[in-house]
């Protein structure tokens, strides 16, 4: 081979010989770091999806995630992973909040401004609120990320059922893990979070600046596989009443649990 030819083709074998390094790294973590989206603000609460009003259950998501991560963590932990669980603000002042955040040993990021667009330091390029907690996700040096949210979808109740595993290109197996395992045991459970025959979709998401799509792309970019949870739809009086009654909630979070042990077992 002429030696120019190989001086053209040097990075892209070298960068291909990064990339499969990287990659086994990640592929032999035993680390799985799940964040609790949103934020804490103290004297008005969770500053996430919520339900329009108390009817079938006043919830808000990042109040949820607080309650119930240590059900998700005990799942993964069984399986013989380490879990780490971080939220970007402070710890929450609600008592109980706070009891549950110690509980399940929640880190928290404690960002300057919770609310505030942040840089990525592995990625500068990508920026997004709540991106100092994606960068301590980062820090672990994960198997897998996974945001834990609920979505809404209106400011009034209404039946929708398009929820789904919002997912980077590295997630892909991830999300149809913790679809598969939503469908398996919540949609189609006993009783079921009424979902009317609709499967939890599973999603790319490579766009969205400044919010949950370059979480995603920044722990593309370290190889690392994410999945945002947005199945249930706290604007759905089905999934709030489901998620509202203690029982309902540690089966979601449970069942999040296993779709990621699933997905790790498979590697
Ligand atoms: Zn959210």
Not at 236 to 264: D, K, M, T
């Amino acid at each position: 081979m002429p030696r120019f030819l190989l001086f053209l083709l040097l990075p892209l074998l070298l960068g291909g010989c990064v990339q499969q390094q990287m990659r086994a790294q990640v592929r032999h973590s035993r680390v799985v770091v799940l964040d609790i989206g949103h934020w804490y603000k103290p004297g008005a609460g969770g500053q996430g999806a919520r339900t329009p009003d108390a009817r079938y259950g006043a919830l808000e998501e990042c109040d949820f995630w607080y309650r119930y991560c240590l059900y998700t963590k005990r799942v993964i932990e069984a399986a013989g992973y380490e879990v780490r669980i971080c939220n970007r603000a402070a710890l929450p002042t609600d008592p109980a909040l706070r009891r549950a955040a110690e509980a399940a040993q929640v880190h928290q990021v404690n960002s300057p401004e919770p609310g505030a667009i942040y840089r990525s330091k592995h990625h500068p390029k990508r920026m997004a609120v709540g991106m100092l907690s994606a960068d301590w996700a980062l820090d672990q040096n994960p198997a897998c990320v996974v945001f834990l949210h609920h979505n809404s979808n209106s400011e009034r109740w209404q039946v929708y059922n398009k929820g789904a595993m919002y997912c980077n290109a590295e997630g892909g197996a991830l999300a149809f893990a913790l679809a598969a395992e939503i469908d398996r045991s919540i949609f189609k459970g006993s009783p079921p979070m009424e979902n009317h025959g609709e499967p939890c979709g599973v999603i790319l998401r490579n766009d969205g600046r400044r919010g949950g799509g370059d979480w995603l792309n920044t722990c593309n970019e370290s190889y690392v596989p994410a999945v945002i949870t947005e199945a249930a739809f706290l604007s759905n009086p089905e999934h709030a009443r489901f998620l509202g009654s203690r029982q309902g909630a540690i089966r979601y979070a449970e069942a999040v649990g296993r779709g990621i042990v699933n997905y790790l077992n498979a590697r």
